[in-house]
């Protein structure tokens, strides 16, 4: 199945507007004692309205989800397929309403900003239920949490891990996959003297490309920004552990990407064109690349691609930013405790291992769940979802998409490559402008 999707899900940045909502609907977490369960509601002769993003998930899932809540509510599901264009000024204007979507298919990054307007439901008390026992990625549940509150329930991930070319790596004598750092810049330099071009690079990696950057930061234990107990932000890319993450990712990206590649985005030139042309022994994304980089050339099937997770210096693999997909439910919807009834369905571990991983190939929604498929996934498939095993997300504020919108932290990570500016002075800059925009 193809994954243009997971590259539109993992790279999408919205500025997100959105009106405050009053609180409405029969069921919220965060006013009771504690956690509660899912409340167990008949809904005969109702009609739930599910938004659902086009491309997220296969009609056959969505069926599946509504053929068991149906059968345990005896309500009916109306699924309102979504395109992307324009989705987060629809979604603002439908929260707002009186009668909005009771369910909605958000990104993992966009949940905070709508939650902090009020809109989406506090799902807090009854996220022990709904895990079902199941421990969800950090990445996609750190971003649906809001000052401490659960407001979004992980539906399925996306990860980036090291795509690389087997006939070119085994050329250059290398038989193993890398584990560890060490081995992984040996493999590089030995790809490196193997093919002496100039415009070719064993591991193309653009200046602009921050996702790649951000993996180095957090293997070094930095972060992008921390919130405080007073719920305000301070950034963080000039503490000691950032520094070094980004001297790192400065050497990395110096010694194996090519020089005009410093000032470059993976847009232009296109980092699947790169890899195609044999230009590159290896590029970092996601499971999507590789059916985007046989179009660019036919010749290549599955067989010529090999996936390991980015080893860190940690000693552990990088950590990765995951894209994908949360079940939010809108505050104002009527039917909030047949939502919750329909979302706890959705997360399920048989709906995620035999529907959301098994029919749509997505990587499910916990670690559970991704350790139930390591047996059956294709060597392809397995350096995605390990490296999904160790995630990490952008900061839960509402501001953040603005923030990513406005390209700063690209620029960032470019005048770090290109060396226009030091680790500490490009990173002082982008945190004193990101203290601003977080703490609005």
Known sequence: ??????????????????????????????????????????????TLTVWVMTGDYTDETIKAINDEFTEQTGAEVDVQTQQWDGITTKISTALATSTPPDVLDLGNTQVASYAENGALLDLSDYADDIAQGQEWLTGLEEPATVDGSLYGVPGFAGARAVIYNKAQW????????????????ADLDALKAANPASDYSPFYTP???WYAGMQFVWDAGGEIATQGDDGSWEAGFSSPEAQQGLEDWQEFQNSYSTGASQTLDTDVPDQNQVFADGKTG??????????????????????????????????????????????????????SELALQWVKIAASPEIQNDWVYGNDGWIPNSTDGIEAAQSTLSDIDEGF?????????????????????????????????????????????????????LNK
Request: net charge negative; charged share 20%.
């Open 1 to 46: 199945m193809t994954r243009h999707t997971a590259v539109a899900a993992l790279g999408l940045t919205a500025a997100l507007a959105l009106t405050a909502c009053s609180s409405a609907g029969t069921a919220g977490g965060g006013s009771s004692d504690g956690p509660q369960t899912v409340p167990t509601t008949k809904g005969d002769g109702e």
């Open 170 to 185: 085994e050329a250059a004598g290398i038989t193993d996959e890398p584990t560890t750092y060490d081995e992984l810049t």
């Open 207 to 209: 200046g602009e490309y």
């Open 282 to 335: 290896a590029v970092l994304g996601t499971n999507g690349k590789i059916d985007l980089i046989k179009e660019f050339n036919p010749a290549l099937t599955d067989d010529d691609f090999g996936t390991f997770p980015f080893p860190g210096k940690s000693g552990d693999s990088q950590p990765v930013m995951l894209g994908g997909s949360d079940w939010g439910i809108a505050t104002k919807s009527a039917n």
């Open 385 to 437: 979802f390990t490296a999904a095993l160790n995630s990490k997300a952008t900061p839960a504020s509402g501001n953040w998409a603005a923030l990513e919108g406005d390209r700063s932290i690209n620029e960032l990570f470019s005048s770090i490559a290109s060396g226009t500016k030091s680790p500490e002075a490009a990173a002082e800059a982008f945190d004193s402008s990101t203290d601003d925009a």
